[in-house]
């Protein structure tokens, strides 16, 4: 059995271990107010240069994003077509208020996919971390929502992920917990 929960609380994490269920995934859901918060300037690495999503780049945010995550638990190992095809399947994505940044010495580095009110993605390669790339690209993608009319940027972020502290840093506040819970296989069981 696989229970999920879009609000998990202390009264339901208790509720769940109780029934004998196990945690195996958690997320949580930030917003930035972009109708009463100050959009954080973006500091990019030096050199840094910009393209915005459009057919012909696709591929290239595709190799970011596969850099960016191959090593982490649960990856999909998608190709790019089918990475692709799940981005600009969403109607509301936004291509304009979607950045990948290439830099001196590391080449394209991060990336960042939006849709109307949602921070979709945000990668950044490992030769390229640790020189405010990650919040140059959040800021960009927050800066350009507003100029399109948004007053509002959610997003969510697997709770083992550092890049919540830099998502806080930047002015997102928590919303709330995503989790799923699955109770344990019986020993000997498929």
């Given at each position: 059995?696989?229970?999920?929960t879009e609000s998990l609380t202390a009264?339901?994490?208790?509720?769940?271990?109780?029934?004998?269920?196990?945690?195996?995934?958690?997320?949580?859901?930030?917003?930035?107010?972009?109708?009463?918060?100050?959009?954080?300037?973006?500091?990019?690495?030096?050199?840094?240069?910009?393209?915005?999503?459009?057919?012909?780049?696709?591929?290239?945010?595709?190799?970011?994003?596969?850099?960016?995550?191959?090593?982490?638990?649960?990856?999909?190992?998608?190709?790019?077509?089918?990475?692709?095809?799940?981005?600009?399947?969403?109607?509301?994505?936004?291509?304009?208020?979607?950045?990948l940044a290439t830099v001196p010495g590391?080449?394209?580095?991060?990336?960042?996919?939006?849709?109307?009110?949602?921070i979709v993605q945000v990668g950044v390669?490992?030769?390229?971390?640790?020189?405010?790339?990650?919040?140059?690209?959040?800021?960009?993608?927050?800066?350009?929502?507003?100029?399109?009319?948004?007053?509002?940027?959610?997003?969510?972020?697997?709770?083992?992920?550092?890049?919540?502290?830099?998502?806080?840093?930047?002015?997102?506040?928590?919303?709330?917990?995503?989790?799923?819970?699955?109770?344990?296989?019986?020993?000997?069981?498929?």
């Amino acid at each position: 059995m696989t229970v999920e929960t879009e609000s998990l609380t202390a009264d339901s994490l208790r509720l769940f271990h109780q029934r004998g269920l196990r945690q195996v995934f958690a997320e949580d859901v930030m917003r930035f107010d972009l109708g009463a918060r100050r959009v954080p300037d973006a500091v990019w690495p030096a050199g840094t240069t910009l393209a915005v999503w459009s057919d012909a780049e696709a591929e290239r945010f595709f190799r970011v994003y596969e850099a960016a995550f191959r090593e982490r638990p649960g990856f999909p190992g998608w190709s790019a077509g089918r990475w692709i095809a799940g981005v600009t399947g969403d109607d509301e994505f936004r291509p304009g208020w979607s950045v990948l940044a290439t830099v001196p010495g590391v080449g394209d580095a991060g990336f960042v996919t939006a849709a109307v009110g949602w921070i979709v993605q945000v990668g950044v390669v490992p030769a390229a971390r640790g020189r405010g790339l990650g919040a140059a690209l959040v800021s960009e993608a927050l800066r350009r929502m507003r100029a399109g009319g948004a007053d509002e940027a959610w997003l969510d972020v697997n709770v083992d992920n550092p890049a919540s502290g830099l998502y806080r840093r930047l002015g997102f506040e928590d919303r709330g917990r995503r989790a799923r819970f699955r109770e344990p296989r019986a020993v000997g069981s498929a």
